[in-house]
């Protein structure tokens, strides 16, 4: 189904993102609500949602979750038509065009669908004819793949992967041969979403670029952990501290971020309810868990202190009385 709108806006009213009120921006549909437009358009939920600028004009479409696809054409009333034609080869003749206008009340507008049968306007223009076919391509089995493996890569694997490295120290060496099999089990996951996440880019060109960049930033800092697991020193080098150091907050930086970005794609890039609540219901059960490990840890390590202080001798030895 594809659903087709004009939108003429007068130069003397102050719109979404105008600066000055004799000045008027046109709306980026794919970055800000619909809220220039009426209902039910006004909160159309865009899966896929790009915009296009032409001199003076913007056209942006989007699509929803059942493939609907709506396109908005804006641009500034100058007391003229304006239109948008749709051809299957490229050229005007056997084209079909969307034209609109300003009637002359001020207040209301007409939009008229003509078949474009020739160059001549008179004759070979013929109104409510024409059919309109707008081919897209259904990326939701492309967007469904790329959410599963970046929730089960970067938001579950990951972070519970980096729980073992603090909880699981005192079996020794087990925790690290789990450690760096679960991250690198994880990073191999989570990298195949990242490439699923670059083909339904090229496949929709979405205009979502803060979950685009944070993406690209976990997965730098991933190589970056990888590098540091091959070039580690030895427990006896005078750099492993910082090596520890550095080991250890990058990781933090890669599951904040990781967590923070697939929130980012599923409650603003329209994910689904059943990932919404599969993801939820991750993040609670790892938050649980590392909320109980962090107790026991302390509680442990509390005990390890006393038993150190109970063993340790007197600083000062009292003589016995005689």
């Keep these: 189904m594809i659903t087709m709108m004009i939108l003429l806006l007068e130069p003397n009213k102050r719109l979404v993102n105008a600066g000055r009120n004799d000045i008027v921006v046109l709306p980026n ?23 296009l600028d032409w001199h003076g004009y913007r056209i942006s479409f989007f699509q929803d979750n059942n493939a609907v696809l709506t396109v ?26 969307v034209v609109g206008w300003m009637n002359r009340d001020g207040r209301s507008g007409t939009v008229k669908q003509y078949y474009l049968k020739g160059r001549r306007r008179n004759d070979e223009s013929i109104p409510d004819k024409g059919v309109i076919r707008i081919g897209f391509v259904d990326s939701r089995k492309v967007k469904m793949t790329h959410g599963i493996l970046t929730i089960i890569g970067w938001g579950i694997i990951i972070p519970f992967g ?4 603090r909880y699981l120290r005192e079996y020794e060496p087990l925790w690290y041969y789990l450690h760096s099999s679960v991250q690198f089990i994880g990073f191999f996951v989570g990298l195949s979403g990242v ?28 190589v970056l952990q990888i590098c540091q697991f091959i070039m580690r020193p030895s427990r006896t080098s005078k750099v492993r501290k ?3 150091k550095s080991h250890r907050w990058v990781g933090r930086s890669v599951v904040v971020l990781a967590l923070v970005n697939i929130f980012i794609g599923l409650f603003y890039g329209n994910g689904g309810k059943p990932f919404k609540i599969f993801f939820l219901c991750a993040f609670s059960t790892f938050v649980l868990s590392q909320i109980i490990l962090e107790i026991r840890l302390l509680l442990q390590r509390k005990r390890a202190a006393l038993t150190t202080t109970a063993d340790e001798p007197p600083l000062f030895q009292v003589p016995p009385r005689t």
């Excluded at 609500?33 to 915009?51: A, M």
């Excluded at 670059?198 to 991933?222: C, K, M, P, Q």
Aim: net charge neutral; charged share 10%; hydrophobic share 40%.
């Design 29 to 51: 549909f794919c970055t800000t609500r619909l809220n220039v437009l009426q209902p039910p358009y006004h909160d159309i939920p865009k899966s896929i949602c790009s915009s």
């Design 72 to 97: 908005v054409l804006s641009g500034m009333n100058e007391n003229s038509w304006v239109g948008v034609g749709v051809s299957k080869d490229g050229m005007m003749v056997g084209s079909s065009a």
């Design 162 to 165: 980096a729980s073992m490295a």
């Design 242 to 244: 910082y090596w520890n």
């Design 195 to 222: 490439a699923v996440g670059r083909t339904l880019y090229e496949l929709v060109h979405a205009d979502f670029n803060s979950h685009r960049s944070i993406g690209y930033i976990v997965l730098a800092l991933s």
